[in-house]
């Protein structure tokens, strides 16, 4: 019975859990199982550790872990606990930890214990009071202070305007930004998707393959199953012969589009392994209309494609059922209910049906705000309210959403984000490069990725590879361009513009056939 007077999220999903806790939560793909009864005691037991170091309400908890159950009980002890989330990739380096533990000011952080030599004395320079480990074999010594703490726990009051997470995403300008989630957000976004996605209760079982520190595996996925009391089977990573293997004991999957494409390679992939599944579902990154057909015509089912970002979790969504319409490859289907999504002119004049122009939305699912940037905050919202998404797309005559592109420079790279301008600023700095850009191209694995372009200063000589090489060493990998070209000069427009789209023309053919 979820607790009206309690705005904590926690309290809605932990009132969704079956009234059997001996029944099985998770199921790992390496065979472990973890019961109902096992995600409350942990999750007590770490909250009451937390509370136990006399955190303050508002404190935040950053985390940058391998994915595992444990992972995400400690998720769910921070909500139940009252503290703010703060997940970070395990594929950022030094200099982003830095900046992210800087500027967000956490009371604890937890880290891995095989990057505990660098993160710590990070943190303890930034006056983080509390360090530790949590690694993916159950090993840490996170847990081995929570297994000394009370598995009984009453769940931390909260109002709905509460933090719940911090989740950061980098800028076309400036240092990433912390988008604040409250547990309204958060809880109101995962209510409506139970319903729109028709999740059962008890019934349905979960893929879960996706990375836990952003919005899709974090939020949408978790969410999903626990608040309609549904089970994971949980990979710690994305292998596309385990998922195939698995999928005839599910029924739900969520992934980014190259998890299709890759599964798609897989000859286990038959009409047979998925006709136990209900719904697969796709966000993050467009989905290639090639994709979206491919695997309606191998597996005979017709892939949910949604959209959403950090600060504002899910947007639009495809029909589930057919009587709201059908799944329409390329676009990003409805405004979720309760969700309000329209598309202006650059002048922010209304544009009519099927004209394209900048989407902005609101709803209860909307960000409270960036982490202590009340400026740039104001900058991204209208005077009435909308949050800017920096998005590009048209609503049809019948309402369904097709973004198109991005007013944003932003590369989105087997679903995880890369902001040109930071690797320029890396690039840039760099001896003997004068100038850089950084474009996205088409790429047949991971929808696009980063080519950088490179020119040098007058009498230097700039290698591409060096360029590669230096930034591997500085940045997450994700955020490292594929290719290096050292060029004379970068072509512009009249304006002294760098002309991104012409060098997106120019190399957009480069990874046709391959795979990098
Ligand atoms: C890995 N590599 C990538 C990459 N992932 N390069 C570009 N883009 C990526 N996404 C590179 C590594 O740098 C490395 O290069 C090589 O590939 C192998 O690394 P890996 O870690 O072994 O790769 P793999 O496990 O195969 O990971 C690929 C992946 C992963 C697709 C499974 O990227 C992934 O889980 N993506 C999902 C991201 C996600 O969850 N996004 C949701 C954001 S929420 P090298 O050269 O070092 O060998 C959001 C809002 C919303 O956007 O709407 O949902
Ligand atoms: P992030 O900042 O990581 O949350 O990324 C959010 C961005 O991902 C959005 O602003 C969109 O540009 C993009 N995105 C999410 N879902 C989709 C989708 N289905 N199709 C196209 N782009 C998407």
């Avoid at 973890?34 to 955190?55: P, V």
């Avoid at 372009?453 to 940045?475: M, N, S, Y």
């Amino acid at each position: 019975m979820i607790d009206p007077t309690n705005a904590n999220l926690f309290a809605a999903l932990r009132a969704a859990f079956p009234t059997d806790l001996d029944a099985i939560a998770v199921e790992t793909d390496d065979g472990l199982y973890y019961s109902w009864r096992d995600l409350d005691r942990a999750s007590a037991m770490i909250a009451n550790l937390f509370e136990a170091l006399g955190l303050k309400a508002g404190d935040r908890i950053a985390v940058q872990v391998e994915k595992s159950v444990e992972a995400m009980m400690l998720y769910l002890a921070t909500l139940r606990a009252g503290y703010v989330f703060l997940p970070l990739n395990t594929a950022y380096r030094e200099a982003e930890i830095e900046y992210f533990i800087g500027n967000a000011g956490p009371a604890v952080v937890v880290c891995s214990s095989a990057n505990a030599g660098w993160v710590a004395p990070l943190a303890t320079a930034a006056g983080t009071r509390h360090v530790f480990t949590l690694d993916d074999d159950r090993k840490g010594t996170l847990l081995e202070v929570a297994a000394q703490c009370s598995d009984q726990h009453k769940v931390a009051q909260k109002k709905p305007d509460d933090l719940a997470a911090i989740l950061y995403t980098s800028g076309t300008t400036g240092r990433s930004k912390g988008a604040m989630l409250t547990h309204r957000n958060l809880q109101s976004n995962a209510e409506v998707l139970k319903d729109y996605w028709g999740w059962r209760p008890r019934a349905d079982v979960l893929i879960h393959a996706l990375p836990i520190f952003h919005v899709h595996g974090l939020f949408v996925a978790i969410h999903g199953a626990l608040i309609s009391g549904s089970q994971m089977i949980w990979l710690n990573r994305f292998d596309s012969k385990r998922v195939v293997a698995r999928l005839p004991d599910a029924t739900v999957f969520m992934g980014v589009p190259t998890l299709y494409v890759r599964m798609l390679a897989e000859p286990t992939l038959t009409r047979e392994a998925c006709n136990g599944m209900r719904l697969f579902i796709s966000g993050s990154a467009p989905l290639l209309l090639e994709t979206f057909e491919a695997w309606r015509e191998r597996t005979g089912h017709t892939i949910l494609e949604r959209y959403g970002m950090s600060e504002t979790a899910m947007l639009t969504s495809n029909p589930y059922s057919a009587v709201q319409g059908e799944r329409r490859g390329g676009t990003v289907g409805f405004p979720l209910p309760g969700v309000q999504l329209r598309v202006r002119d650059d002048a922010g004049e209304p544009c009519l049906n099927g004209e394209i122009g900048h989407i902005q939305v609101a709803g209860p699912n909307v960000f409270a705000g960036y982490w202590r940037m009340p400026e740039k905050t104001k900058e991204e919202f209208t005077p009435d309210g909308y949050f800017k998404t920096g998005d590009v797309g048209k609503v049809d005559g019948r309402g369904y959403v097709t973004i198109v592109g991005r007013s944003k420079d932003l590369i989105i790279s087997g679903g995880y984000n890369v902001y040109p301008a930071e690797i320029e600023g890396y690039i840039n700095e760099m001896a003997g490069v004068a100038e850089s850009a950084l474009i996205g191209v088409p790429h047949p694995d991971f929808g696009e990725v980063g080519v950088a372009i490179v020119t040098p200063k007058p009498g230097a000589a700039v290698d591409g590879d060096a360029v590669i090489a230096e930034l591997k060493a500085r940045l997450a990998n994700f955020k490292i361009p594929k290719r290096c070209f050292v060029v004379p000069e970068l072509p512009r427009n009249t304006m002294g513009k760098v002309q991104k789209a012409l060098l997106r023309e120019q190399h957009k053919g480069l990874f046709k056939s391959a795979k990098a």
